[in-house]
């Protein structure tokens, strides 16, 4: 599973190198190296192939006639690229992505449970301060849901 936030930069060909946590989880927790990596609000959001898998199955349940939820599968299908890693661990960020993104030089790559995001390092830290400032709110949703 992924958890941590971890400051990289792009190199100059798009590229990104896997935090070593990052790359232990892939390899302990999922059986391939393969990544669906695509748009998700202000960020990128890369899946392990087995858990796009889930989603995908989940998306086909659907009311895909619901204008929202048509406008979601649109937005966030059609994003989706496959990247597998090359032999330095880097994943190669497509160009719509990295556009889509914001993704300039320093990046921050945030693990999720079952996912990673990939932020512009200046998008996340203002991201951050709002989330800090509605942790309370935030922390009171989360105990009524039953985390």
Known sequence: M?????????DDKGRIKLPQKIKESLSSSYNNSA??????DKCLVAYPADEWKKLEEKALMLPSME?????????FFSGAF??????SD?????????ISGNLEKEIMIIGI???FEIWDKGLWEDNFKQARANFGSVAA???RIGF
């Open 2 to 10: 992924f958890s941590g936030r971890y400051i990289h930069s792009l």
């Open 35 to 40: 990544l669906v990596v695509t748009n998700l």
């Open 113 to 115: 449970i079952n996912r």
């Open 141 to 143: 949703t989360m105990s």
């Open 82 to 87: 496959e990247i597998e890693p090359d032999k």
């Open 67 to 75: 204008k929202d939820v048509l406008e979601f599968l649109r937005y």
């Open 90 to 98: 880097r994943l190669l960020i497509p160009q719509s992505l990295k």
